[in-house]
């Protein structure tokens, strides 16, 4: 995930949001409606993966990336070889991702740690970055993930993680 996309580029949906539960609904709602125009039902597993992958990045923008009025950002890409990557940036640094909730999901009791496991099982790539900006790039955190569109003829996946 930290290198840069390699294949071309084919359509892109860039936007920023308010740090607010109402902000990561938008965002939510907002990838879904561009899968759906972009030929991907809002039925399809393709939509629901990248929907639910751009709720809990969103939702944890939210939560553990909030600075007082800073915005997060989304970014929807699909390349031209069929890979789709959904991005979300904040602007904390001191906070990192667990990797160990990707792998395992949280016990009943616990509060959060859910969603990075989801994550993990929706996406065949998932990473963050973090640290100072640079020129054109603010600094905070990263996170994004990658799903290839199913290939012909593979059909519907049955997940247990939903």
Same mark, same amino acid.
């Given at each position: 995930?930290?290198? &840069?996309?390699?294949?071309? $580029?084919?359509?892109?949906?860039?936007?920023?949001?308010?740090?607010?539960?109402?902000?990561?609904?938008? #965002?939510?709602? /907002? $990838?879904?409606? =561009?899968? %759906?125009?972009?030929?991907?039902?809002?039925?399809?597993?393709?939509?629901? %993966?990248?929907?639910?992958?751009?709720?809990?990045?969103?939702?944890?923008? $939210? =939560?553990?990336?909030?600075?007082?009025?800073?915005?997060?950002?989304?970014? /929807? *890409?699909?390349?031209?070889?069929? +890979?789709?990557? *959904?991005? +979300?940036? %904040?602007?904390?640094?001191?906070?990192?991702? *667990?990797?160990?909730? &990707?792998?395992?999901?949280?016990?009943?009791?616990?509060?959060?740690?859910?969603? /990075?496991?989801? $994550?993990?099982? /929706?996406?065949?790539?998932? #990473?963050?970055?973090?640290?100072?900006?640079?020129?054109?790039?603010?600094?905070?955190?990263?996170?994004?993930?990658?799903?290839?569109?199913?290939?012909?003829?593979?059909?519907?996946? *049955?997940?247990?993680?939903?």
């Amino acid at each position: 995930m930290n290198e &840069a996309i390699t294949s071309r $580029v084919r359509r892109e949906f860039p936007m920023c949001f308010t740090a607010t539960r109402r902000g990561a609904r938008l #965002a939510r709602r /907002l $990838v879904s409606l =561009r899968l %759906d125009e972009w030929g991907h039902p809002y039925g399809s597993d393709l939509n629901q %993966d990248l929907t639910l992958i751009a709720a809990e990045l969103a939702a944890n923008a $939210v =939560r553990h990336g909030l600075v007082a009025g800073r915005d997060f950002r989304l970014r /929807l *890409v699909e390349t031209g070889d069929g +890979v789709f990557r *959904v991005e +979300v940036s %904040d602007t904390r640094t001191e906070r990192r991702p *667990v990797p160990e909730h &990707a792998e395992r999901p949280a016990a009943g009791d616990e509060e959060s740690g859910r969603g /990075l496991y989801l $994550v993990a099982r /929706l996406a065949d790539r998932w #990473a963050w970055t973090g640290g100072p900006g640079r020129p054109g790039r603010p600094s905070g955190r990263r996170s994004g993930s990658e799903r290839a569109r199913a290939p012909p003829g593979r059909g519907s996946r *049955v997940r247990a993680a939903r």
